[in-house]
């Protein structure tokens, strides 16, 4: 990534329980190594566009369970077009997400 990102430290769980029931959220999440995230690239690259409809983005780190997460807010969507359009963008294999 080209400029520095922010790193929460924080759990999947305390992510979940913030949540607004009124928006649509989605959670990559993979391995971390050490310092900047990498391989969030194409996904940022998506969410930055209008159409995606991203109203919030941030990093979460949780160093017990030794993974990066990339948490976006949307407005509310329907679930089944966010998927088609992750999916066509080639998701790499080492993320996982998921949809709330």
Known sequence: MS???KI???TFD???????????????????TSGDPEGFDEIISFFSKPESKAVKRFFCHDEDAGKIMLVVKLESRNKEIIIQELLAIG??????????
Request: glycine residues 0%; positive net charge; aromatic residues 20%.
């Open 3 to 5: 400029k520095k990102n």
């Open 8 to 10: 929460l430290s924080c």
């Open 14 to 32: 305390e992510i979940t329980r913030k949540f607004d029931s009124d928006a649509l959220y989605t959670i990559f999440e993979k391995r971390f």
């Open 91 to 100: 998701m790499p294999s080492n993320i996982d997400f998921y949809i709330f």
